[in-house]
């Protein structure tokens, strides 16, 4: 499975967000599955990779030209791709990606999940995406999911594709259950859970 990460380019003034990195890179790793992430060697994307590769697991970066240049791309990465700018290293990475993971980050952090927040009410991508709340840190954007449910602008099922673990081990909890081809272990579909269903993009 390819589990996308997004996260910060930092690494936060918490050092529970390293350690999150830390424990799901090697889980990711140890599991057998795959990390798709920025590319990047700085901050908790460094991290993550880094700690992915060690505990004998796959990397896929995907870096725009510009950051190469700067000479922040992680190195010994199983496969880089070099794309032109920050929307086709979006696209890249969802194209890439079965389940899709923000851990702390920035803007850049809560404009990836928010896009596959979209792609989920859109039908585009199965549900659902998980935002790892480490010490109530996405806690505020899941009060603004919550309202946006209570005025009717999104609908239960929205709701609940969008999870917020608050550790690790209930991120991976939440991770094995979920295959590539969009079934629960229990063999439900996300189409039935979520009303959605996976178009090739």
Known sequence: MNVVVYCGS????????????????????????????GGSSV????????????HGGEVYGVEPQF?????VEQQDLTELYVVENMSERKAKM?????????LPGGVGTLE??????????????PGPCFCLDIDGFYEPLHQLIENMHEHDFIEHWDKDAFQFPKTVEELI??????????????????????GCRKFEI
């Open 10 to 37: 930092n690494p936060g003034n918490n050092t529970n967000y390293a350690k999150a990195a830390l424990e799901l890179g090697a889980w990711i790793g140890d599991s057998g599955n795959t990390l798709v992430y």
């Open 67 to 71: 950051f190469i240049d700067a000479g």
């Open 173 to 194: 909890e939440g991770l094995s259950k979920w295959h590539p081809d969009g079934v629960f272990d229990n063999g439900e579909q996300a189409s039935a859970r979520f």
């Open 43 to 54: 901050g908790l994307m460094g991290l993550i990779s880094r700690v992915v590769l060690e």
């Open 112 to 125: 990836e999940i928010s896009e596959i927040m979209s792609r989920i009410r859109l039908h585009l991508t």
């Open 94 to 102: 969802i194209e890439l990606g079965d389940v899709f993971v923000a």
